[in-house]
């Protein structure tokens, strides 16, 4: 029997430990009106949810079981009337994502207008034993005294323009200064999938008394709530004509701010010259200047010119605390490019312009070689100071760097029938030499005639040349590229 009660004991000291571990956060009331309003918050975990309603500030007076409450409400079709199997279907999968998401929506129905109550989100096993980690604190709300006729009643659908991937089952809340209470929608409901709807007119006025007459370009600020939803905000602003309008819908796509974000900059690493890869960094910044090492997403790179590049535009890596080190592109120009950072699905951006130099063998060796551009020992151009195999020359044709030991550009030769065929991928720019094909029997007797090359792939700055020599006849066959000055 002892050791069955210290049995008893361990698993209970266990079960209790293990049941306050869901922390609760964000609780936000909104959509209040006369009658109802909402209650959105998030959990870390495995909850089912339940909503303690007061009537004091101090929590006393319990009005539990007097209003009605419904968790993860939506309003995609009418539940008093009849539904198609797919439009329940629909319904039901779009409150498992919210569900997924850690997300608790709660809508509170039968409320008096013009009164106070006192709300608790709180979370349960599902045993039926509470499992917050501390109890949230009381939300006050007030409803509002009675609903105002509306003159212009505005829609307002909010897309996310390919940007955020996930974003249906999210809550968007959308806010407008003087207002006491946001509107908060799940992105999805009303059948829209990636999108949220809000009604304008729901909004109530600063005294919270009733709806708000809205005039003028009001600007509201959209903001994703949820534990996968990005940092940030989006300001839109939607105008009124203050004429009699029925639900006329105003369309906005929901660019968010990164917070602290301000700007990118550029800082060249490497000399810019047409042709050859240049490498700098781009650091995001705060609006001081300093480095914001809290961004570590990407930016889509884009330069003045369409063919400004061969290589290098459109999405980049992700930057690591704040920088995105030895970022290269190849320029297809010379002269004054601007290259422009936009932070993907954000205003966030920066533009620096470089000046790229002429590309010719002596810009090419001055890349390169710096200091010992002009010294023939080293940067000439039959050098191979590398040790690859491939002189200087050769480097400049291929699109290599000259410093660096790289494989070669040549592929395995192969037959094709009885020809003799091999691949290999050169620089599309390099003017001041001059390359052709070669082939051999004995490796002594170096031959031009009727070996052919053709460009069979461009890949930015490189093309892909395949030579093909007919070897009929032939007991043996020699092929190489040679490179003049």
Same mark, same amino acid.
């Given at each position: ?78 539940? =008093? ?61 007030? =409803? ?57 007119? !729901? ?163 001055? !890349? ?95 093309? !892909? ?16 590229? !040679?490179? =003049?000055?």
């Amino acid at each position: 029997m002892k050791s069955l009660l210290l049995h008893l004991t361990a698993l209970a000291f266990i079960s209790t430990g293990a049941s306050a571990q869901i922390t609760i956060s964000q609780a936000t009331v909104g959509n209040v009106d006369a009658g109802q309003f909402h209650v959105f918050w998030q959990v870390n975990g495995a909850s089912v949810p339940r909503l303690d309603i007061f009537s004091d500030a101090g929590g006393a007076t319990s009005l539990n079981g007097q209003l009605g409450v419904e968790f993860f409400p939506l309003e995609m079709n009418d539940v =008093t009337i009849a539904q198609t199997v797919a439009q329940r279907a629909d319904r039901r999968t779009l409150q498992g994502l919210t569900q997924s998401k850690g997300i608790v929506l709660a809508k509170v129905t039968g409320a008096q207008p013009g009164t106070t109550y006192h709300v608790r989100p709180r979370s349960y096993s599902a045993g039926g034993t509470p499992n917050e980690a501390e109890l949230a604190a009381l939300q006050a709300v007030t =409803t509002a005294q009675k609903t105002a006729f509306i003159v212009e009643s505005r829609q307002l659908r909010v897309s996310f323009g390919g940007c955020f991937a996930g974003s249906q089952g999210l809550v968007m809340k959308l806010s407008m200064t003087g207002a006491p209470y946001p509107l908060l929608s799940v992105v999805g409901d009303f059948g829209l999938t990636e999108q949220a709807l809000f009604d304008l007119s !729901r909004l109530l006025n600063a005294g919270g008394t009733t709806n708000a007459s809205l005039t003028g370009t009001p600007q509201f600020t959209l903001e994703l709530i949820g534990p996968t939803a990005p940092p940030g905000t989006n300001l839109t602003d939607v105008p009124f004509s203050s004429t009699h309008i029925v639900a006329q819908l105003t369309d906005t796509v929901f660019l968010v701010s990164f917070p602290g974000l301000a700007y990118f900059s550029m800082e060249a690493v490497s000399s810019p010259v047409q042709g050859i890869p240049f490498v700098f960094n781009i650091t995001a910044r705060a609006a001081n200047g300093t480095v914001l090492t809290s961004y570590n997403g990407n930016v889509d790179l884009t330069s003045g010119g369409a063919g400004d590049l061969f290589e290098g535009v459109g999405a980049t890596p992700a930057f690591v605390n704040g920088v995105l080190a030895s970022y290269e592109v190849i320029p297809a120009v010379s002269g004054n490019v601007s290259l422009t950072a936009t932070r993907p699905c954000g205003f966030e951006t920066g533009s620096q312009l470089f000046n790229f130099a002429v590309l010719t063998l002596t810009s090419w060796r001055d !890349r390169y070689f710096g200091a010992n551009s002009g010294n023939n020992a080293i940067s000439g151009f039959d050098v191979d100071w590398d040790r690859d195999g491939f002189p200087n020359g050769l480097e400049y044709f291929f699109g290599m760097n000259p410093t660096i030991f790289e494989a070669s550009p040549l592929s395995e030769p192969d037959m094709d029938g009885t020809d003799f065929v091999f691949d290999f991928w050169r620089s599309r720019m390099t003017p001041g030499i001059t390359a052709m094909p070669i082939w051999s029997e004995n490796l002594s007797l170096w031959r031009t005639d009727i070996v052919s090359q053709v460009v069979v792939e461009t890949v930015g700055a490189f093309q !892909r040349v395949r030579v093909r020599v007919p070897a009929a006849g032939l007991a043996k066959v020699f092929a190489s590229v !040679r490179v =003049t000055q």
